[in-house]
C-alpha cells in the first residue's frame, strides 16, 4: 500500500487549495496560470516515492522551482513574451509545456487500438478485469470459468498476442 492511498479526501482537497494559494501568492506573470501551476506540484506530489514530512513546505518549495525553471526557459529564448512569439515558436512552447503532444497521444490510442484489435471480446474482458485489479480467481468467478488456472492459461496467451502485435507495430508489418 503506497502513502497516497492513505490520504484522506479532506487532506488531498487541503494540499490543493493550499497548493492553488501558494501559486496565486506569486506576483510573477508568466504564460502559465497559477492553477496549472498547482496542478503540477500536486501531481509531482503524486509520484513522491514516500510522503514529505512538511507538506506545505514542500509543495512552497516546487512551486517555487517551477517559477524559477519557468523564467529559466523564458531567459534562454532572449527574455521574449509570448505575444512576441511566431505561430510555430508558440506551438512548440506549448508541446513543451504539456504533459505530451495531442498527436502523439492520438497515435499511441491508435497504436493501441491496433494491438488490442487481434483480441477477440473475451480476451479484452480477461485482459480489462486483469488490469482493474482483480486476480485470477475473481476472473474466473466473474467469467464462469472452472478454475482460476484457466485464467492464467488465458492471461498468458493473451500476453503473447499481445507481445506479437506490439512487436508488429513497432516494426509496421502486419500481424499473424
Not at 27 to 53: C, F, M, V
Not at 61 to 85: H, P, V
Not at 141 to 160: E, G, S
Request: net charge positive; aromatic share 6%.
Amino acid at each position: 500500500m503506497t502513502w497516497q492511498s492513505e490520504v484522506t479526501p479532506a487532506e488531498w482537497d487541503e494540499w490543493q487549495k493550499l497548493a492553488r494559494k501558494l501559486s496565486k501568492s506569486k506576483k510573477q506573470a508568466t504564460s502559465l496560470g497559477p492553477e496549472d501551476y498547482a496542478s503540477q506540484a500536486i501531481e509531482k506530489l503524486l509520484q513522491q516515492e514516500n510522503r514529505p514530512t512538511n507538506i506545505e513546505g514542500w509543495l512552497a518549495l516546487t512551486i517555487n522551482r517551477q517559477y524559477i525553471d519557468r523564467f529559466k526557459k523564458i531567459q534562454a529564448r532572449g527574455g521574449a513574451s509570448n505575444r512576441d512569439l511566431t505561430d510555430e515558436q508558440w506551438e512548440i512552447e506549448m508541446i513543451s509545456h504539456a504533459v505530451q503532444s495531442p498527436s502523439l497521444i492520438v497515435r499511441r490510442r491508435e497504436q493501441v487500438e491496433e494491438v488490442l484489435a487481434v483480441l477477440n471480446q473475451k480476451e479484452k474482458e480477461i485482459l480489462i478485469l486483469s488490469a482493474a485489479g482483480y486476480n485470477n480467481h475473481e476472473i474466473a468467478m466473474h467469467l464462469n470459468y472452472r478454475t482460476n488456472k484457466i485464467v492464467a492459461t488465458r492471461l498468458a496467451q493473451i500476453a503473447d498476442k499481445v507481445r506479437k502485435s506490439v512487436e508488429a507495430v513497432k516494426s509496421n508489418r502486419p500481424t499473424n
